[in-house]
């Protein structure tokens, strides 16, 4: 098993930027990826931005290129997001997950999530 634990969430001006971390402890030498999910209200649940450990490489959500940046600790098994310019639309619950190696598309490991809330 692996845990995940999200912080850094909170409220901010359009414009402002936040930084979300997230924490994995467990089993973490399973993993394959780590990566961020938001779900807005009345929304279902969205990819962000997920990272590889065993080649580094990252991949995000098309629109959010250039204002979100991911980065990855493989010592520490952490990876953060940084979040620059934001909307009133990128206001969600942001969601940490991790998947298994050798394991499927899906998910296998969420954590609590953290509010990001973006006033006008």
């Known amino acids: 098993q692996v845990q995940l634990v999200e912080s850094g969430g909170g409220l901010v001006q359009a414009g402002g930027s936040l930084r979300l971390s997230c924490a994995a402890s467990g089993r973490t030498f399973t993993m394959r990826r780590m990566a961020w999910f938001r779900q807005a209200p009345g929304k279902e649940r969205e990819f962000v931005a997920a990272?590889?450990?065993?080649?580094?490489?990252?991949v995000y959500l098309d629109s959010l290129k250039g204002r979100f940046t991911l980065a990855g600790d493989n010592a520490k098994y952490t990876v953060s997001l940084q979040m620059n310019t934001l909307k009133p639309e990128d206001t969600a619950v942001y969601y940490c997950?991790?998947?298994?190696?050798?394991?499927?598309?899906?998910?296998?490991?969420w954590g609590q999530g953290t509010q990001v809330t973006v006033s006008a």
């Open positions: 997950a991790a998947d298994k190696a050798g394991g499927g598309i899906a998910y296998d490991y």
């Open positions: 990272l590889t450990w065993s080649s580094g490489s990252i």
